[in-house]
């Protein structure tokens, strides 16, 4: 079996107009292809991509002057984060959901 999520990835910054030569990238990368889809952007296909980290630290190092967001929605309620690439380094950022306290006024 396996765990599926849904990837998107973005481009926050660049100093140089690369979206061309990243989906060139992504189109010689079978793994990376695979778990994107068809290009960066919105991916409505959920995968199994378990290299995404390295994959993507790997892309980033081709890419120096570039921030990548890549955006994950796992199979299971919750299970949201953001991850943040630039050089081959990577920074994530897990999902906080949280409730509101019960307030008597709201009552309706």
Known sequence: MGY????????????????NNVQ??????EEIEYGLGDSFGENEEAHKWYTHEDDMKEL???FI?????????GEEGG???KE????GKMQRCDAKLT???FDEDKLI
């Open 24 to 29: 060139e990238y992504i189109n010689n990368h």
């Open 99 to 101: 409730y509101d306290d």
């Open 84 to 87: 943040y690439y630039r050089n």
């Open 79 to 81: 299970d949201l984060w």
């Open 65 to 73: 002057d570039t921030l990548f967001l890549l955006e994950g929605e």
């Open 60 to 62: 980033s190092k081709n």
């Open 4 to 19: 599926y999520t849904n990837h998107i990835l973005s481009i926050v910054e660049s100093k140089t107009r690369v979206n």
